[in-house]
Antibody, heavy 119, light 107 residues
Framework: EVQLLESGGGLVQPGGSLRLSCAAS????????LSWVRQAPGRGLEWVSG????????NYADSVKGRFTISRDNSMNTLYLQMNSLRAEDTAVYYC????????????WGLGTLVTVSS | DIQLTQSPSSLSASVGDRVTITCRAS??????LAWYQQKPGKVPKLLIY???TLQSGVPSRFSGSGSGTDFTLTVGSLQPEDVATYYC?????????FGRGTKVEIK
């Protein structure tokens, strides 16, 4: 069974940093491109960042470019999101998701981790 | 960047009704469009990819169509369990933008 389990969320002050992790199991992690998608309370889905299966290619939404860094450790089956210079508008549930080579869009999703940026 | 405009933002329909949601891209994206369903308190679920391909396990009352800039998600006969918010997403190239969502309720 495919499982994606996010961790690392919490309360942080504006300007602070957090590192999210997503531990994967039940599939060949190193073969799947991955993404982070967030959802602010009561709002819609927002794609944040994506990374290729090898980790060599990364992409970011303009809203987080230069502040967030996506990475992966295929030996540990783990996806990361380093978030710096956090702002109130970054408050959201952050989901990790895995694409398949067939669909090319996220099929598998974690349950999410809540990040709250507030003083 | 290419923007996606979903309409309507919400709708209310009766059980058994045919429901149509549209997603318009500001530039052509071929058929690189997916549709997701998100029920309250749940994670998104992929319904359709490549504009019209039904994801495995999704009921056949869901269908998608379109290419280029105009896309449609249709629920052939609305069921109570279809109450959810539906999102389109482009994936031709980054950024892989989502539409703002369409909230579907039962009348």
């Amino acid at each position: 069974e495919v499982q994606l389990l996010e961790s690392g969320g919490g309360l942080v002050q504006p300007g602070g940093s957090l590192r999210l992790s997503c531990a994967a199991s039940g599939f060949t992690f190193s073969s799947y491109p991955l993404s982070w998608v967030r959802q602010a309370p009561g709002r819609g889905l927002e794609w944040v960042s994506g990374i290729s299966d090898t980790g060599r290619t990364t992409n970011y939404a303009d809203s987080v470019k230069g502040r967030f860094t996506i990475s992966r450790d295929n030996s540990m089956n783990t996806l990361y999101l380093q978030m710096n210079s956090l702002r109130a508008e970054d408050t959201a549930v952050y989901y990790c998701s895995a694409k398949t080579t067939v669909t090319r869009v996220p099929v598998y999703w974690g349950l999410g981790t809540l990040v709250t940026v507030s003083s | 960047d290419i923007q996606l405009t979903q309409s309507p933002s919400s709708l209310s329909a009766s059980v058994g009704d045919r429901v149509t949601i549209t997603c318009r891209a500001s530039q052509g994206i071929s058929n690189y469009l997916a549709w997701y369903q998100q029920k309250p308190g749940k994670v998104p679920k992929l319904l359709i990819y490549a504009a019209s391909t039904l994801q495995s396990g999704v009921p056949s009352r869901f269908s998608g169509s379109g290419s280029g800039t105009d896309f449609t998600l249709t629920v052939g006969s609305l069921q109570p369990e279809d109450v959810a918010t539906y999102y389109c997403q482009k994936y031709d190239s980054a950024p892989w933008t989502f539409g703002r969502g369409t909230k579907v309720e039962i009348k």
